[in-house]
RNA sequence: AGAGAGGUGGCCGAGUGGUUGAAGGCGCACGCUUGGAAAGCGUGUAUUCCGUUAUCGCGGAAUCGAGGGUUCGAAUCCCUUCCUCUCUGCCA
């Protein structure tokens, strides 16, 4: 959510960010000056009569006391004027503050000046690449295949419990996954981030304050007895610790990881894209979550992107990094950079990572704010990425180190894994 | 799930109808003190909104879990709701 004042004071600039999203309504930015002038008018009327009245009781007390009853009645009539006043007012201020607010959930958040305009992934702006891309002697197999070949995902078994995009992993599977988990939760750790392990389902006020209410609302499963929703990424639960959170400056900048399961609801989804593990309604992510002062937070992106980037290498993977372009950036995000790994056997990219700044904008909605070296306040930068997803990571091991014999685990995961080779 | 108790500032905690935005303490900031630190002493220390102002500021309003109600006036009384704790029940 947009600051009321950063609104107020740069409109048009305002509306130049948005128009680099591709933002349809660009008249809600006036509609919603507008609207807050209004009751910024009913404000200061109600304030004024609210003022009145607390005179005239102040004075009906000190009446009292002195015992003179007949004045303090005469006062009392007055009163009653005033009261329906205030309620006509503030009966007005209340519709008029549910308008604002709807606006303001309907306005995406600004991207940042170095964010590439365009409509969709095509404009996306590729800024690095690595690694090789393996050739293969003979015709390379999906994951899918190799997962069936040495029964590591059964995705029939997953359909029969639950449904379509719920795999059953089994074995090294079972296994290389829950290595995963580890190593990711370890490389982040080892970085600063501290651990936690946190709810996997979450009320309305969390989902709003990270953006995914009411944007996102179909996207979530939604648990209707409770009104709780599954988290569709650790993202939520881990940003909503630090809600109406008044922090000081040294606690800053604060870093957090955590595993957890994400649920997705994927409505909409089709095609070739999702066979596999490409697309899931259930799959395991490790998020990583900065609280940051605003003027280190875009360093504090950079040196996200480093991490992602290290890991990445690290587990010998072909990798590339595109800065998002306005039109396929999240609702949220001011900038984002997505992690792709390179499927030899698909021939495609598989996003495995995204790391983004929200500036203040989830901080707006969350009331995160510190106090800076001179005392004042101010909200904090909110940032987060994928360290990382799963599945997409399990699809291009496979996919990328199936030799002969078998999979080859990479180097560095063989501590977890405990085995060198799926076969 | 049933019974009871409770939710007050960054934290603890007093406050049962009239200058209570709220005593006291802790914490924090600044100053004095000190060779330096600690202790001690002093001062200050909530947020949001509206108005005004070049700025410091000033004036007003709201906020004692949330929402409604009673009253001229509510932290204080009533209702609803959420949450926490204790006991009982159920259960991993």
């Known amino acids: 959510m947009l600051s009321l004042v950063y609104l107020r004071e740069n409109p048009t600039k305002a509306k130049e960010g948005l128009a680099k999203r591709n933002f349809s309504h660009p008249e809600l930015i006036d509609q919603l000056l507008e609207i807050d002038q209004n009751r ?3 404000q200061t009327q109600l304030d004024e009569v609210l003022s009145k ?13 002195s015992g003179k009853k007949v004045e303090a009645n005469n006062l009392k009539v007055e009163t009653l004027n005033l009261k329906i006043v205030t309620k006509d007012l503030q009966e007005q201020i ?6 604002l607010m709807s606006l303001r959930t309907q306005i995406p958040n600004i991207p940042e000046d170095i964010v590439p305009s365009g409509n969709n992934e095509d ?21 899918w295949e190799l997962a069936t070949k040495y029964n590591l995902i059964d995705f029939d078994l997953g359909s029969k419990i639950t449904g379509a995009g719920f795999p059953v992993y089994k074995g090294k599977g079972a296994k290389l996954q829950r290595a995963l988990i580890q190593y990711f939760l370890d490389k982040n750790i080892d970085a600063g981030y501290k651990e936690y392990q946190v709810p996997h389902l979450v009320n309305e006020l969390s989902g709003f304050g990270t953006g995914q209410l009411p944007d996102k609302e179909g996207q979530m499963y939604h648990i209707k007895e409770d009104n709780l929703y ?13 809600r109406n959170k008044l922090l000081s400056n040294k606690e800053l900048p604060i870093c957090m990881t955590g595993y957890t399961p994400c649920f997705r609801r994927e409505a909409g989804s089709y095609g070739a894209n999702v066979r596999g593990l490409n697309r899931l309604h259930q799959f395991d992510k490790v998020e990583i979550v900065r609280i940051e002062r605003p003027d280190n937070s875009r360093d504090s992106l950079d040196g996200m992107v480093d991490h992602v980037k290290n890991i990445l290498a690290e587990l ?3 990798f590339r990094i595109l800065k998002l372009c306005g039109g396929d950036l999240g609702f949220t995000s001011a900038l984002t ?6 499927s030899a056997a698909q021939e495609r990219w598989l996003e495995v990572s995204s790391v983004s700044t929200f500036n203040s904008f989830q901080a707006e909605r969350l009331k995160i704010r510190y106090k800076d070296s001179e005392g004042k306040k101010a909200l904090v930068h909110t940032l987060n990425g994928s360290s990382l997803a799963i599945p997409r990571v399990v699809a291009g091991l496979l996919e990328n180190f199936q030799v002969k014999s078998g999979i080859k685990i990479p180097e560095a995961l063989i501590a977890y894994t405990g085995f060198e080779m799926i076969d």
């Open 337 to 342: 950079f997505d992690f792709e790994i390179y």
């Open 316 to 318: 010998e993977l072909p």
């Open 94 to 99: 209340q519709k008029i503050e549910a308008d």
């Open 40 to 42: 910024r008018a009913l």
């Open 230 to 242: 599954l988290i569709p990424t650790a993202e939520v639960p881990l940003t909503n610790i630090y």
């Open 123 to 143: 404009n996306n702006e590729e800024v690095f690449r690595t690694g090789l891309i393996p050739e293969f002697p003979q015709k390379a197999l999906p994951h």
């Open 53 to 65: 009245s607390n005179q005239l009781s102040n004075d009906i007390g000190i009446l009292f006391k």
